[in-house]
């Protein structure tokens, strides 16, 4: 066989993947100006219902949901354990907003909260409900280490898992009913990946993200938008951040950023610099060396937070 008779074939294999490539990197380009230039901000209205439930409502991210969609003009149903906050929070939003709120006060660390819940939203025309509320460890801690274990567990369960079940049982019917209704739960970048000394929040996690998948493709062709979100950090009070920055976002500004991905993304980071560390961090680096990074961050977490409480 002549040289050219080799050289040709494989000219034509190297240009047929170069012109894939491009055509990838393109729609990559393409899909992200879609998502993270343009957006999506009008489709959560309240042409979706008048009604926004949002669970873990007094802080944080939770309170930014409330705050923003009180602004697009929808009421606002928040549901949290303290009645004190609820109703600091209620008043804000009825007076700097002027829509109607109401409060249901629950500790979603028991499991037989829902009948309450149940009855508080009966007959509301819910456009979108916020699965929000979460809670993680107190300090990166070995499994068989953390106090009291066997409540925590449990708690975890019930607050981080139990909960966005139990919420979209009761809100998804009438949804589908009305043909339109749209559902956030926050997952984590946690749930992405295991993560070492996080293990039982990070494996929650990881379930809300599955779920939330799972539920998008059963009624997406009802109408019905179901969207996991996993955030990086947020300056809240439960990831112990007060300084904002790029990556560390305020929750105001994560939430405004996320409500523009709806409809566009089934799973989201949610916040564009977020959306380069989750690619950076599932396509570019293996997960051994993720999850090698982050048991070596919390173990140093973790010593600096039982030195400190050594010396008090």
């Known amino acids: 066989m002549r040289p050219f008779d080799v050289e040709a074939p494989v000219f034509w294999v190297g240009a047929v993947t170069l012109a894939l490539l491009f055509v990838w990197l393109l729609w990559i380009v393409l899909a992200g100006l879609r998502v993270w230039v343009l957006g ?3 489709l959560v209205s309240t042409r979706l219902g008048k009604w926004a439930v949002v669970t873990g409502a007094t802080d944080g991210i939770g309170k930014a949901y409330a705050e923003e969609l009180a602004r ?3 009421a606002v149903m928040l549901i949290s354990r303290s009645q004190e906050k609820l109703d600091d929070v209620s008043r804000s939003l009825e007076s700097q907003y002027k829509v109607e ?3 249901i006060a629950v500790d979603f660390a028991s499991a037989d909260i829902y009948p309450t819940i149940e009855k508080g939203l009966a007959g509301l025309e819910i456009g979108i409900l916020v699965n929000n509320v979460g809670i993680s460890y107190p300090y990166p801690e070995y499994f068989l280490n953390i106090p009291n274990l066997n409540n925590f567990v449990n708690t975890v369960i019930n607050v981080n898992i139990t909960s966005v079940c139990q919420m979209t049982r009761l809100v998804l019917p009438k949804m589908v009913e009305r043909s339109k209704g749209v559902i956030l739960n926050i997952s984590s970048a946690s749930g992405m990946y295991p993560v070492p000394l996080l293990t039982i929040y990070s494996a929650t996690k990881a379930f809300v993200d599955y779920f939330s998948r799972g539920v998008h493709a059963e009624y997406k062709s ?9 955030p990086f950090f947020v300056a ?3 990831t112990k951040i007060r300084k904002p920055t790029l990556d560390k976002p305020t929750p105001e500004r994560y939430v405004s950023a996320q409500l523009n991905t709806v409809g566009l993304q089934s799973q989201t980071n949610g916040y564009f610099p977020h959306a380069v560390m989750g690619w950076f961090t599932t396509i570019l680096v293996p997960v051994n060396v ?3 990074f982050a048991m070596q961050m919390h173990k140093a977490q ?3 937070y039982l030195r400190r409480r050594k010396q008090c």
Do not use: E, H, P
């Open 40 to 42: 999506n901000g009008r």
């Open 72 to 74: 697009r003009g929808f």
């Open 101 to 103: 709120t109401r409060t």
């Open 222 to 230: 009802k109408g019905i938008i179901v969207q996991s979100v996993l």
């Open 236 to 238: 809240t009070k439960m």
């Open 290 to 292: 993720v999850i090698y």
């Open 302 to 304: 973790r010593a600096g």
